[in-house]
């Protein structure tokens, strides 16, 4: 069974920082790429970061270069997104999609920036 997990959210001062993670299981091989999306409330699903676990290759919405790094755990699927300099625009629930033949969505981990 495939099993897509993310923990880590939280709320956080505007310019904090928190780790979120991703852990996708139930898959024999790597999945072709780990993302992350987000989705505040009353706006669409948008494409935050993602990366290919063979790889490394990763790639960024303009609006979070340079400010959130994805990376690749030890294991298999697993996938850190590591946020930085969080504004308030960046609340929002976080949802990692293991992307392979099918997309496999987990449930999301809200993140609140605020003072």
């Known amino acids: 069974e495939v099993k897509v997990v993310e923990s880590g959210g939280g709320l956080v001062h505007p310019g904090g920082s928190l780790r979120l993670s991703c852990e996708a299981s139930?898959?024999?091989?790597?999945?072709?790429?780990m993302n992350w999306f987000r989705q505040a409330p009353g706006k669409e699903r948008g494409l935050v970061a993602r990366?290919?676990?063979?790889?490394?290759?990763?790639n960024y919405a303009d609006s979070v270069k340079g400010r959130f790094t994805l990376s690749r755990g030890n294991g298999r699927n697993t996938a850190y997104l590591e946020m930085n300099n969080l504004k308030p625009e960046g609340t929002a629930m976080y949802i990692c999609?293991?992307?392979?033949?099918?997309?496999?969505w987990g449930q999301g981990t809200q993140v609140n920036v605020s003072s």
């Open positions: 999609c293991a992307r392979n033949r099918n997309d496999y």
């Open positions: 139930g898959f024999s091989n790597s999945v072709l790429s």
């Open positions: 990366i290919f676990p063979v790889s490394g290759t990763t």
